[in-house]
């Protein structure tokens, strides 16, 4: 997934944004460069630098090293109701609730838990380890 996705991106359930990204692990494409002449490219959220693009610094928006990552592995967590969206294979997963596969989900909590916030693992939604039977 890349960074500037999050410039789009909302919470499907409630719409709040920007959602919050946690990397896991992510990949460099150092070949990768901006060759239209836009800069900042987001218009909105500057997930790189975790700050909106009106309060970014004159040059401090760096979108040419920006645009050479891709997520691997991470998550999306909407701070408003705590739903959480997982990053797999560079492709995020924001499914309808009733969509999700409950199994799945539960199993990339487990494999991640020591990187996801306590909050997810106990109160997320739609799943979560407290769940667990």
């Not at 359930?13 to 987001?42: Q, W």
């Not at 999700?100 to 539960?106: L, P, V």
Request: glycine share 4%.
């Amino acid at each position: 997934m890349k960074y500037r996705l999050l410039d789009i991106l909302a919470c499907p359930y409630c719409r709040h944004s920007p959602l919050k990204l946690i990397v896991f692990t992510r990949r460099k494409y150092p070949e990768r460069k901006i060759e239209f002449g836009k800069i900042p490219v987001c218009e909105y959220y500057c997930q790189y630098r975790e700050k909106f693009v009106k309060d970014l610094e004159e040059g401090e928006a760096d979108c040419n090293e920006c645009i050479k990552f891709e997520v691997e592995y991470g998550v999306l967590i909407c701070e408003k109701c705590m739903r959480w969206y997982p990053i797999m294979e560079e492709i995020p997963v924001l499914l309808p609730d009733e969509l999700r596969d409950r199994d799945k989900d539960i199993e990339f909590l487990r494999k991640f838990k020591e990187k996801i916030p306590e909050e997810i693992l106990k109160n997320g939604k739609p799943f979560n380890l407290s769940e667990e039977k």
